[in-house]
């Protein structure tokens, strides 16, 4: 089984930056096999795609694509999220998800089967 800890969250002022990482650990996982994905959810909202990474195809949402990066460590099995140029509306719970399949492209959070525990993004006005 593969686990996720998400960590990085905190509050910061608009227009800064945050970078937030998902460290998956476990014994039986090929860590390069993983789609991983980063969602978020803001109270009384949906559950909304960020950004996503497979070996080295990267795909980030149109919401946030001019300002998101997502990038990995492979030997610290580590995906990371910068986030520049923060906004209010981008307060939420970001969470780390995946599937292991490689090249998963859905951007729907019920397709995405492991979980972490989520870190929570304050932006203040």
């Known amino acids: 089984q593969v686990q996720l800890v998400e960590s990085g969250g905190g509050l910061v002022q608009a227009g800064g930056s945050l970078r937030l990482s998902c460290a998956a650990s476990?014994?039986?996982?090929?860590?390069?096999?993983?789609?991983v994905a980063w969602f978020r959810q803001a109270p009384g909202k949906e559950r909304e795609f960020v950004a996503r990474?497979?070996?080295?195809?990267?795909y980030i949402g149109e919401s946030v694509k001019d300002r998101f990066t997502i990038s990995k460590d492979n030997a610290k099995n580590t995906v990371y999220l910068q986030m520049n140029s923060l906004k209010p509306d981008d307060t939420a719970v970001y969470y780390c998800?995946?599937?292991?399949?490689?090249?998963?492209?859905?951007?729907?959070?019920?397709?995405?089967?492991?979980w972490g525990q989520g870190t929570q993004v304050t932006v203040s006005s």
């Open positions: 476990g014994r039986s996982f090929i860590y390069y096999s993983l789609t």
């Open positions: 990474i497979s070996g080295g195809t990267r």
């Open positions: 998800a995946a599937v292991n399949r490689m090249d998963y492209t859905s951007e729907n959070y019920g397709n995405y089967n492991i």
